[in-house]
């Protein structure tokens, strides 16, 4: 069974810059995954940030950004504030009607 | 506004049944694909199922294959998920999520099932 790769935990300065990845456990990840991104704070619904690999969603401020880097999925916050402080999801869509979620990134801005 | 309003979470047995619904308004609810997600306690997000906007195609994680069926009914507006054979695995918040650009654009705010003896 595929797994979605996430880093368990992130650390960035604030006003600083971080990229967040989301690969697979066998293979690599493209554009074909459909790869997208959200922002869950505790209690929270997940906030939708980036869809289709890089296009922001309807809100989203453009210090969040989406790519592929090498055979992974990355988010990239410029500019990180303290509300930046979340836990961030990538799913990737494997076909056949099947979207499998990464573990999530816990990421502190200290 | 566009929103998404889960109910019918709740405590039920290990083996008991629950049928959960997500209200839709502020969008044509009948051509969007939709979806529910789960989060256990302290866990991360679970794909859990899909039913597309004229409930043709429908799929499953392979987690609840065949003890969870997706609905709708575009006239009402309204997202169903029909839970059999509860596990203490399946305890989690449940939302359901709009489908865009196969990615989930809009989520509901949640509805917590507890299976629990």
């Given at each position: 069974?595929?797994?979605v790769t996430q880093?368990?935990?992130?650390?960035?300065s604030?006003?600083?810059?971080v990229?967040?990845t989301?690969?697979l456990s066998?293979?690599?990840?493209s554009?074909?995954y459909?790869?997208?991104w959200?922002q869950?704070?505790?209690?929270?619904?997940?906030?939708?940030?980036?869809?289709?690999?890089?296009?922001?969603?309807?809100?989203v401020?453009?210090r969040?950004s989406?790519?592929?880097?090498?055979?992974?999925?990355?988010?990239?916050?410029?500019g990180?504030?303290a509300?930046?402080e979340?836990?961030?999801?990538?799913v990737?869509?494997?076909g056949s009607?099947?979207w499998?979620?990464?573990?999530?990134t816990?990421?502190?801005?200290? | 506004?566009?929103?998404l309003?889960?109910?019918?979470?709740?405590?039920?047995q290990p083996?008991?049944s629950?049928?959960?619904s997500?209200t839709?308004?502020g969008?044509n609810?009948s051509t969007?694909?939709?979806?529910?997600?789960?989060?256990a306690?302290?866990?991360?997000?679970?794909?859990v199922?899909?039913?597309?906007?004229?409930s043709?195609?429908r799929?499953?994680?392979?987690s609840?294959?065949?003890?969870?069926?997706?609905?709708?009914?575009?006239?009402?507006?309204?997202l169903?998920?029909?839970m059999?054979g509860?596990r203490?695995?399946?305890t989690?918040?449940?939302y359901c999520a709009?489908?865009y650009?196969k990615?989930?654009?809009?989520?509901g705010?949640?509805t917590l099932?507890?299976?629990?003896?």
């Amino acid at each position: 069974q595929t797994v979605v790769t996430q880093e368990p935990s992130f650390s960035v300065s604030p006003g600083g810059t971080v990229t967040l990845t989301c690969g697979l456990s066998s293979g690599s990840v493209s554009t074909t995954y459909y790869p997208s991104w959200y922002q869950q704070t505790p209690g929270q619904a997940p906030r939708t940030l980036i869809y289709s690999t890089n296009t922001r969603s309807s809100g989203v401020p453009d210090r969040f950004s989406g790519s592929i880097l090498g055979n992974k999925a990355a988010l990239t916050i410029t500019g990180a504030q303290a509300d930046d402080e979340s836990d961030y999801y990538c799913v990737l869509y494997m076909g056949s009607g099947i979207w499998v979620f990464g573990g999530g990134t816990k990421l502190t801005v200290l | 506004e566009v929103q998404l309003v889960e109910s019918g979470g709740g405590l039920v047995q290990p083996g008991g049944s629950l049928k959960l619904s997500c209200t839709a308004s502020g969008f044509n609810f009948s051509t969007y694909n939709m979806n529910w997600v789960r989060q256990a306690p302290g866990k991360g997000l679970e794909w859990v199922s899909f039913v597309s906007s004229s409930s043709g195609a429908r799929y499953y994680a392979d987690s609840v294959k065949g003890r969870f069926t997706i609905s709708r009914d575009n006239a009402k507006k309204l997202l169903y998920l029909q839970m059999n054979g509860l596990r203490d695995e399946d305890t989690a918040v449940y939302y359901c999520a709009r489908m865009y650009s196969k990615a989930f654009d809009i989520w509901g705010q949640g509805t917590l099932v507890t299976v629990s003896s």
